[in-house]
């Protein structure tokens, strides 16, 4: 029963309005959130090209109610999410695995680098949700896993860099909004500068210590992550321009 408050009470904490005006006024908490805007908008660049491929099939008119649909279930879930995770990233053993879920999605994102990703594979219409449900909403469905899919790994790395519950959940709210709407922004960044790929991959591996190292008492002060984080893009475009002179040089 306790822990059942003490979950409710984090979600009592998305409607308390003062702690949404200490957000709101702190400049740390609005560096924290940009963070997680940027890290999230990198990461999901290429998803949001996943979803147009999922809901490609469908005529013009139903492709974003698709999406429409599918971007409400991922607020839902969002929110249910940070919720019931701010409560349970206190236990050292959720931190653990989180930081061995991250590490994996690094190592996997370099094994891979370069190979086909199962997930851009386009939307099957013989699959039984079709069957079952038909094709409009098989197609909200795929897209709503997706998005799920999506999210774990970003509610993960943002835990890693805060623990304010008004923090993750502007973060969230805006890094989905960006990964449906100026997603083809960041592509373009990363088709010009191909290295801020793996930068972004990087720096998950670098909030993965982060959260793992939390579990041995040790906490990185937020400027010092941000730091880090100015100094890998600053590094990204050094490390881009000697690669661009080197090839106009060959």
Known sequence: ?????EILGTYAQFFNW??????????????????????????SADNALVLAVLVKHLPPEQRKKALLYGMFGAYI?????????????????????????????????????????????????????VRV??????????VELMDIAFSVDSILAAFAISDQVWVLLLG?????IMMRTIAGVFLTLIEKVPEMETTAFVLIA???????????????????????????????????????????NM
């Open 18 to 43: 003062e702690m949404w005006g200490e957000v709101l006024k702190s400049p740390e908490a609005w560096g924290l959130i940009g963070s997680l805007v940027v890290m999230e908008g990198l990461l």
């Open 206 to 248: 670098i909030i993965a210590i982060k959260m793992f190292a939390g579990v041995f008492g040790f906490h990185m002060e937020n400027t010092t992550f941000f730091l880090i984080l100015i100094i890998a893009f600053l590094g990204t475009f050094i490390v881009h321009f000697r690669n661009k002179k080197k090839l106009e």
């Open 77 to 129: 879930f969002r929110f249910l999410f940070i919720g019931i995770g701010v409560y349970l990233v206190k236990f050292s053993i959720v931190k653990v695995l989180g930081a061995l879920y991250l590490g994996w999605i690094v190592y996997s994102h370099f094994k891979n680098k370069g190979g086909e990703d199962d997930e851009t594979k386009e939307f099957k219409k013989e699959s039984w949700t």
């Open 133 to 142: 449900f038909g094709l409009f909403w098989a197609t909200v469905i795929s």
């Open 1 to 5: 029963m306790e822990i059942i408050n």
């Open 172 to 176: 969230g709210i805006l890094g989905i």
